[in-house]
């Protein structure tokens, strides 16, 4: 009784976004019920990520955040700026629309033996040299993505990719991969949802019970492949994937 009346409640916008909901003991008096029962009730609340509860605060309704819509023409339109001329004007390669001064990039460049997983991806054999390189996305104030991206070192080695501090590129790996005289072909992404781990909650700011979507990307010139990209991470609840597809 008592979360369904203040999940009715954010849902109706009485308990607006943000505002801090009724304390225990208010809580306790106006639906006449234990302690134990209203923490139950705001922890289910926690669980469906509709409340957010913080030490010394207590608990508020989750804020409403952006949604990033993610489509798969993000690509081909990159590609076709690079072969125009045209700049690409956003540093965040899923919003066009996002200002360079909204956004920030932390970043981890390190020299890594492929793995047995890796290895299939790239189609190399297990020990192959790659770069690695983890990235957090930031904008509008918050983490939003966190990915990991790999190419075959014997690819980059003495180029500028090498080089951590080059970061943001405007444009995403196929820019990069363009200035070197690589042309992407084609992309292939598996998108899948699960749970965050300890790690992704922590940067992500993920309320309980909210999933992350996680894509796996290689990316080909021709028929190698060129880059793999392992557990991009998103929030599910800020990102929406809107994928075109053409049936002959």
């Not at 700026?81 to 990039?105: A, K, T």
């Not at 297990?126 to 983490?143: K, N, S």
């Not at 749970?195 to 309320?207: K, T």
């Amino acid at each position: 009784m008592v979360a369904d009346e203040l999940r009715r409640r954010i849902a109706a916008g009485a308990s607006p976004a943000g505002a801090l909901l009724p304390s225990e003991t208010a809580l306790m008096a106006e639906f006449r019920v234990s302690r134990g029962t209203v923490r139950e009730a705001i922890s289910l609340l926690r669980a469906e990520g509709l409340v957010v509860t913080e030490h010394g605060r207590g608990s508020y309704a989750r804020p409403a955040l952006p949604v990033r819509r993610i489509t798969s023409e993000r690509y081909g339109r990159e590609l076709d700026q690079l072969r125009s001329g045209r700049p690409i004007e956003s540093p965040f390669p899923v919003n066009p629309d996002l200002p360079w001064s909204h956004y920030r990039l932390e970043k981890d460049f390190r020299e890594v033996a492929a793995t047995t997983t890796r290895a299939e991806l790239f189609d190399v054999e297990v020990g192959t040299p790659l770069l690695e390189r983890r990235f957090v996305f930031h904008a509008y104030g918050l983490a939003q993505q966190m990915s990991t991206s790999c190419l075959l070192l014997e690819m980059v080695t003495g180029t500028p990719l090498v080089d951590p501090d080059g970061e943001p590129w405007p444009g995403e790996t196929a820019a990069q991969l363009h200035r070197l005289g690589i042309t992407v072909t084609g992309v292939r992404e598996r998108v899948r949802a699960r749970m965050p781990d300890a790690d992704e909650v922590d940067m992500l700011q993920l309320p309980s019970g909210v999933p992350v979507v996680t894509v796996t990307r290689q990316t080909y010139a021709g028929d190698r492949v060129v880059e793999v990209a392992t557990d991009i991470v998103m929030p599910a609840d800020r990102v929406e994937l809107d994928y075109w597809i053409t049936v002959d």
